[in-house]
């Protein structure tokens, strides 16, 4: 790895309103540390409105990809030349890549990095029955993963217009009021929801035994959530693990190199909410 940055370093960046809590620089700043690459990674405080905009400046300014976060997942997806099949369905993008004909590819790693968080915990969602909670991007994205990874999914979200929006990303899937299911009917709680962050309780009894509770919040890591879930004998799993696996989707994408998963997992425990 070169030592310090040099006019040959390579830029990528994180680009949302706020941004300065990420923890993609710590994340991404440690595999190219671990891989050698010499590249560095920022967060770039974008005001609302500016998201297109500012994916527009890569081919202009040589960035060679960008992680988008809120609020501008659903402006940076019109600025992209070409969208994968997720971000398609979904209309939003959390990484896009400049390719060396200068054009713009935009993706969205997270359901992909959810399932495959949930595979390293030893979950396989296949013909099991899962409910997802919220209807937000986060769920969505949730939602179309876990529907195309052979879930059988029902989405519950307090507005119902949001969940039936949700529940046509894929065949098959169920939509609902958090009132009217019932936790103990599923065997696998998704928490996409930010509930949890401030400590909040979620409007769903936590699941038991037999049963697997999965948030995306992670910060903190053990949500109460997780805590009720374990206590009654379920099995938890925190939202660490899909934010390590979407950026090492993101990383791959934009580097061409396999992501060093270990050196990612240590950055996003180590690194603060300031970061």
């Known amino acids: 790895?070169?030592?310090?940055?040099?006019?040959a370093t390579r830029l990528a960046a994180v680009i949302g309103k706020p941004v300065r809590h990420s923890r993609s620089p710590a994340i991404h700043n440690?595999?190219?540390?671990?891989?050698?690459l010499d590249w560095v990674f920022v967060a770039l405080d974008v005001a609302?409105?500016?998201g297109a905009d500012a994916v527009r400046t890569m081919p202009v300014l040589g960035i060679a990809g960008l992680n988008v976060t809120m609020p501008h997942k659903a402006d940076a997806a019109t600025a992209c030349d070409d969208l994968s099949e997720d971000a398609t369905a979904l209309e939003v993008v959390n990484t896009v890549v400049l390719r060396r004909d200068g054009s713009l590819f935009g993706d969205s790693t997270d359901g992909q990095g959810l399932v495959r968080s949930l595979a390293d915990a030893g979950l396989d969602v296949a013909g099991r029955t899962v409910l997802v909670l919220g209807a937000g991007g986060a769920a969505r994205a949730a939602v179309l993963a876990l529907a195309r990874a052979g879930g059988d999914v029902t989405v519950?979200?307090?507005?119902?217009?949001?969940?039936?929006?949700a529940a046509q990303l894929a065949d098959g899937v169920s939509n609902a009021t958090p009132d009217a299911v019932a936790s103990a009917d599923f065997q696998v709680v998704v928490n996409a929801t930010p509930l949890g962050m401030a400590g909040e309780t979620l409007p769903v009894e936590p699941p038991g035994a037999?049963?697997?509770?999965?948030?995306l919040v992670?910060?903190?890591?053990?949500?109460p959530?997780?805590?009720a879930a374990a206590e009654r004998?379920?099995?938890?799993?925190?939202?660490?693990?899909?934010l390590v696996h979407q950026a090492a989707l993101s990383f791959e994408a934009m580097t061409g190199q396999p992501a060093p998963l270990a050196a990612m997992h240590e950055a996003a425990r180590r690194a603060t909410p300031s970061q």
């Open 210 to 215: 037999g049963q697997w509770a999965v948030d």
């Open 218 to 223: 992670y910060h903190p890591e053990e949500t």
């Open 48 to 50: 609302e409105g500016q």
């Open 30 to 36: 440690a595999a190219y540390a671990a891989t050698d």
């Open 225 to 227: 959530f997780l805590v």
């Open 1 to 7: 790895m070169s030592v310090g940055v040099s006019g």
């Open 233 to 242: 004998g379920a099995r938890a799993v925190g939202g660490i693990g899909m």
């Open 156 to 165: 519950a979200a307090r507005r119902p217009e949001a969940a039936a929006r």
